[in-house]
């Protein structure tokens, strides 16, 4: 589901900086560089589980049976 328009009037409000009512260039910019870092590392994080705790842990489930 979207985030709630309460959430994005918050983000927009935190990178407006200069107060204008609008985001110029630098200000998107920033926006999509904080954003971009956020999905990589959730993405790196859920990569890990997947390849390495994932496999352990099934090695432990059958290895109790």
Do not use: M
């Not at 918050?10 to 999509?32: H, I, M, Q, Y």
């Not at 990589?40 to 842990?57: E, G, H, N, V």
């Amino acid at each position: 589901p979207p985030p709630p328009q309460s959430h994005i009037q918050s983000l927009f409000r935190t990178f407006d900086v200069d107060g204008s009512g609008s985001l110029n260039r630098e200000e998107f910019v920033l926006l999509l560089s904080i954003w971009f870092e956020n999905c990589a590392l959730r993405i790196a994080a859920q990569s890990s589980i997947c390849l390495l705790l994932a496999p352990l842990a099934a090695r432990r489930l059958v290895g109790a049976l």
